[in-house]
């Protein structure tokens, strides 16, 4: 029996993110948006009105929104800083798990990922956020 309730539950998206293939503890994930990062070219014939487009996928943008219970997200930030100074080769990969109604799951990794931001919010009487953005010039994995 499926659960129709996946969406209002939380259950219907897992993320992981692995460092050199060791996963992190950065747990109770809020929000998550991949975008897919395409070039566009358009060329006209002379003479004519019509214009021709080509695409090509460069690559992913993600942003990963997480409540921060406790220090891995900030850990985590530090850990890729430190590796980029250094110049030491981190292997940083997202992988993730949508569960679908049908009970069918979809799975998908994205490889050699770069962090390009990192910001942490606090409010009064909320849960301290943090998001980090992250790109790829890779297509995803499915898996």
């Known amino acids: 029996m499926s659960d129709i309730d996946l969406p209002a539950t939380g259950k219907d998206f897992n993320i992981e993110i692995l460092i050199s293939g060791v996963p992190t503890k950065v747990l109770e994930m809020v929000k998550f948006k991949a975008n897919e990062v395409i070039e ?26 997480v409540d921060v219970s406790r220090k891995e997200a900030d850990d985590l930030a530090d850990i890729i800083n430190s590796a980029a100074t250094l110049r030491v080769p ?54």
């Open 90 to 143: 981190l292997a940083l990969i997202v992988a993730t798990t949508t569960k679908f109604r049908d009970g069918s799951k979809g799975k998908h990794k994205y490889l050699d990922l770069k962090k390009t931001a990192f910001s942490v919010s606090h409010g009064r009487g909320e849960n301290m956020k943090c998001t980090i953005k992250l790109e790829t010039g890779f297509p995803r994995v499915a898996l």
């Open 40 to 65: 566009k070219t358009e060329t006209k014939p002379l003479g004519t009105t019509r214009r021709h487009i080509n695409t090509e996928p460069l690559g992913w943008e993600l942003e990963i929104e």
